[in-house]
């Protein structure tokens, strides 16, 4: 019922930025809390950000903590994944997600209702 659509990966060295972008079509974005996840070839999805339905809460995990930056617009109904500093371990398909459940933001991929087509990125070294 809920289509995301993941844009923004691409190629780049150690040490760039990209910008991930995740638009929603529901109109009730803003009762939903989004997450970022991520699938390396071979490894299982993990969780890498999420943030609250207002936006006022975020969480990281610890491996992107201080380089990535969660954050959403509601009136674009677009969540946002600023990545700086990225590294070779970074490399994955970045897939975002919504829940209309969990408000202030879940870091459990099984608490997520609705799944983008995700978005590869890959950094060399």
Not at 86 to 105: I, N, R, W
Request: net charge positive.
């Amino acid at each position: 019922q809920v289509q995301l659509v993941e844009s923004g990966g691409g190629l780049v060295q150690a040490g760039a930025s990209l910008r991930l972008s995740c638009v929603a079509s529901g109109r009730t974005f803003g009762s939903y809390a989004m997450g970022w996840f991520r699938q390396a070839p071979g490894k299982e999805r993990t969780f890498v950000a999420t943030i609250s339905w207002n936006g006022g809460g975020t969480y990281y995990a610890d491996s992107v903590k201080g380089r990535f930056t969660i954050s959403r617009d509601n009136a674009k109904n677009t969540v946002y994944l600023q990545m700086n500093g990225l590294k070779p371990e970074d490399t994955a398909v970045y897939y975002c997600a919504a829940t209309p459940t969990y408000l202030s933001g879940t870091d459990s991929g099984k608490l997520y209702d609705y799944w983008g087509q995700g978005t590869q990125v890959t950094v060399s070294s």
